[in-house]
């Protein structure tokens, strides 16, 4: 009988400490361990995430309102589609990177679209034009860079409007394929050979300054990042990947090339069987 009742008490306080950690995640105070040495996704509610994906306004007020909320991951089976191809050529105004946007890495199966090679040719300012005002990445703006492997880095927010990150789900290594095939980091990249997370730079911003590897905001140690996701550190300004909204940059600091963002195609987005 003791047995019995000490087995109910036991139940009792276990369901009473979710039903707490739910309301704690419903009260908006996420306070989670997020250095990039500690992942963990999904550690949010269904409504954490449907609001954050809802959120609107300026950077700071977004990263506020998600302190602490990391991404909507969903592993996958892997797939293969083809051997990552990416060629970087220096011309006099340009870098030139020429790829078939698959990865160096392995893809995975985390929603219904699989990769598709691609014919991409961006071209990368050799020296950024700076603006007196950024221009803000906005809903319409889906690609914002690419990464050193040649796969499109993508801006905060989705084919919905919505914040990417939290309203999609992520695959193991930070990205996942849309309908037409493209294959895309929302967040990271996590893992690969020429980009992963020890990884100094991890790409190039259409507008030519380059995309450094993740910091967490809130303690990074040197001069603030601002509402472009980035700093002037050494003389240079660049952007930083970051385990918050808006994950790679949430404006141009300088002017982008605009032939960049025409690059996205209708391709063949079956998985293989």
Request: with cysteine; hydrophobic share 30%.
């Amino acid at each position: 009988m003791r047995l019995l009742l000490f087995f109910y008490l036991l139940i009792f306080f276990y369901t009473n400490k979710l039903i707490a950690h739910e309301l704690f995640l419903e009260n908006k105070d996420i306070k989670h361990d997020y250095s990039h040495d500690n992942f963990n996704f999904n550690n949010g509610s269904v409504n954490d995430y449907k609001i954050a994906s809802n959120l609107s306004g300026d950077t700071i007020f977004i990263q506020e309102q998600t302190n602490g909320l990391f991404p909507r991951q969903e592993n996958g089976s892997k797939y293969f589609i083809a051997d990552n191809k990416v060629t970087i050529q220096n011309e006099d105004n340009f870098l030139v990177i020429k790829s078939n946007n698959i990865p160096d890495h392995s893809l995975f199966t985390n929603n219904p679209n699989c990769a598709a090679e691609q014919s991409f040719t961006f071209k990368i300012p050799k020296v950024p034009e700076f603006l007196e005002k950024p221009i803000k990445i906005s809903r319409e703006i889906q690609e914002v860079g690419v990464a050193l492997n040649g796969v499109v880095l993508s801006g905060p927010y989705d084919s919905e409007g919505k914040i990417a990150i939290y309203n999609r789900k992520i695959g193991q290594c930070g990205g996942h394929a849309d309908p037409r095939g493209m294959y895309h980091y929302h967040y990271g990249p996590l893992c690969g050979e020429s980009v992963n997370m020890e990884s100094k730079q991890i790409g190039w911003a259409f507008d030519g300054i380059k995309i450094m590897n993740f910091v967490d905001r809130n303690v990074h140690n040197k001069t603030k990042i601002d509402e472009c996701n980035g700093h002037n550190h050494d003389g240079e300004y660049h952007y930083h990947s970051t385990n918050s909204y808006p994950s790679f940059i949430g404006c141009f600091k300088a002017r982008p090339y605009e032939a960049n963002f025409r690059q996205k195609r209708a391709s063949n987005s079956a998985c293989p069987k």
